[in-house]
């Protein structure tokens, strides 16, 4: 692949770009993406000479999905997903021990869904042809960093030769053995589990099955996965005395699929690759002006399909809060914040997909059946049951520090650093859409039956107005007709269709809620402190204070 834009002039403070991200990986190629939509200036560093293509993450939850929606291009990776798709684990004969379908959650993308990466990594590179101000350079491999206070020089070697690239900032997305995170001196701390496993893809599926099911069979754990356009994933635990070699072999897999397809059955076979599992995480995510996301951060057991999901994640919760610093709207104290919000929540993924892990991979007979009798048992439980249907067990993204602030709230438990609901709304223009698309990818203070103009006053809406915030007001969808606030002020109406908006409010006294970028309830409050709401939370940021002159912010 070629510079998908080449030449652009250096930034006027000096800097090739305002970021670097090292690696066109999904977590690099999502940040780099959402910093385009911020408007950031942005080199994409690539080792490689084009995107990675062989077999990886399998599994998109609605948090990935929701962020692709925020990059604006959701679109294109829909037709490469599987919605709604059942993850089963069955015994050595097949009998149900674990069964997940979990509803259609709230946050408005299904909550399971087959993928194929590579694929949707290609939709998050094309995405970037959108931004003239972002550039990938490939073949270019970063080889040094260092850092001063007034940015960061990489050395890159690439085609021409060496070269340097400075930025105020860098981003290391560079996957699990991290250069960046080497160059730092961070730990990758954790373990590797003993066993390797081989991934098959082939294509012109030779079973069809639309599910993910992970069999656990003590004689040898595997995986098949039904993905999209025809293609069917195979995962099979590696035994002692069996080698990458044996793996390369078309009969050893021959071997391997025999209890599902007749050993001379042709075998499309896209990829194969022994991979294994880790669950690391290095010892910080920030150092100075260089931040790390994706597997260079983290690396997790496939069991639980979320390492891919918490590299979108860590790039949905950074570049926002980069681009806020890069606007001068923020202190640089809020990147701090990144690995305040995110670590715990990746700790706990790495712990659940580590313990699913280890139940599937029991290869005793005796520790085998006790395992199945234990998930046999719960399932008898309607209450358990219900849990693991519908994945109550997911660590879901809860902040109690961070960019947040508490004033103004007063329920218990607080929907502050929780995700805000996504359902369909309507507007004076638009009989159904998503509601995160007309809140925008910015920040929104959304006000239940009030207009959140009348409620701040002219300070505050001189700094919501400096920082960017969206002002919406949600009512009743029959009430849209009724456009006094699109009249009076500069407020978004949007028209709660199904109900689920003025639930949300019902369920607690405060009616102005501040929603961030990555859709995290910055804070919230009852109508009439609208206005504290606003100036805690720019306060939390950092955010400089918005002069007034003449009525209007000059900043
Ligand atoms: C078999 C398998 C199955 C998986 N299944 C799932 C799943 O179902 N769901 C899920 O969520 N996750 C899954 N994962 C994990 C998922 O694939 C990874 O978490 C994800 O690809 C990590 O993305 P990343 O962008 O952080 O890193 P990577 O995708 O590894 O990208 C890093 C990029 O950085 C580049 N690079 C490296 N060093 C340099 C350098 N010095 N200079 C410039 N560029 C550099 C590399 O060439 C690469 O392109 C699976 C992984 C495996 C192996």
Not at 325 to 332: E, I, M, S
Not at 469 to 482: D, F
Not at 484 to 500: E, K, P, Y
């Amino acid at each position: 692949m070629v510079s998908s834009k080449a030449g652009r002039a250096a930034t006027p403070d000096g800097f090739d770009a305002q970021v670097v991200v090292i690696g066109a990986g999904p977590a690099g190629l999502m940040t780099a993406n959402l910093l385009g939509r911020y408007g950031v200036h942005v080199i994409v560093v690539e080792a490689g000479a084009e995107l990675i293509d062989y077999p990886r993450g399998v599994g998109m939850d609605d948090e990935t999905l929701r962020t692709f929606q925020s990059a604006g291009v959701v679109e294109g990776v829909l037709p490469h997903t599987v919605p709604d798709q059942l993850l089963v684990f069955v015994d050595a004969k097949y009998r149900d021990l674990a069964r997940m379908a979990p509803p259609m959650g709230e946050f408005g993308w299904p909550r399971r869904n087959g993928f194929v990466q590579p694929l949707a990594d290609r939709v998050l590179f094309e995405g970037l042809g959108r931004f003239d101000h972002v550039e990938v350079q490939w073949s270019s491999t970063v080889t040094g960093l260092a850092q001063d206070e007034g940015g960061v020089t990489l050395t890159v070697d690439g085609p021409g030769g060496e070269r340097t690239l400075r930025a105020a900032y860098v981003v290391g997305a560079d996957g699990g053995s991290s250069q960046t995170r080497k160059s730092l001196g961070l730990a990758f701390e954790g373990t590797t589990a003993p066993v390797n496993w081989l991934v098959v893809d082939i294509r012109n599926d030779p079973l069809g099955r639309p599910g993910a099911y992970v069999i656990a069979d003590p004689r040898r754990p595997h995986v098949s996965i039904g993905l999209p356009h025809g293609i069917r994933r195979f995962e099979f635990m590696i035994k002692p005395g069996e080698s990458e070699a044996d793996a390369a072999d078309d009969a050893f897999i021959a071997r391997l699929l025999e209890r599902y397809v007749p050993r001379e059955t042709k075998l499309d076979i896209i990829r194969r690759r022994v991979y294994a599992h880790h669950s690391r995480m290095a010892s910080r995510f920030r150092s100075g002006r260089v931040l790390l996301v994706g597997d260079a951060a983290h690396v997790m057991p496939v069991w639980q399909g979320q390492g891919y999901n918490s590299g979108i994640r860590d790039a949905f919760n950074v570049a926002w809060k980069l681009a806020m610093v890069l606007r001068g709207d923020a202190d640089d104290r809020l990147l701090d914040t990144y690995e305040l919000e995110r670590r715990e929540h990746v700790r706990a993924m790495i712990q659940l997909s580590t313990w699913v892990g280890q139940a599937v991979s029991v290869r005793n007979r005796v520790g085998a059946a006790l395992r199945d009798l234990f998930f046999k048992g719960i399932s008898l439980i309607p209450k358990a049951k219900l849990y693991i249907v519908q994945m109550r067990f997911k660590p879901m993204p809860t902040l109690d520090r961070g960019a947040i602030t508490r004033v103004g709230a007063v329920s218990e438990p607080t929907p502050v650093g929780r995700l805000f609901p996504q359902p369909w709304v309507a507007t004076t223009d638009t009989p159904r859409q998503r509601l995160d698309d007309v809140l925008g990818p910015w920040f929104a203070l959304v006000a239940w039956n009030n207009d959140p103009a009348a409620l701040l006053d002219e300070d505050a809406q001189a700094r919501a107005a400096a920082a960017g915030i969206r002002l919406v007001c949600a009512r009743p969808a029959v009430q849209l007709p009724w456009v006094d606030v699109a009249r009076a002020s500069d407020a978004t109406v949007v028209g709660d269709l199904d109900g689920s908006l003025k639930r949300w409010f019902d369920a607690r006294p405060e009616s102005v809620v501040l929603v961030r970028p990555d859709r995290i309830v910055a804070g919230v409050a009852t109508a009439h402190r609208a206005g504290d709401l606003v100036r805690a939370f720019l306060a939390e940021v950092g955010a400089p204070k918005a002069e007034l002159q003449d009525g209007r912010r000059t900043r």
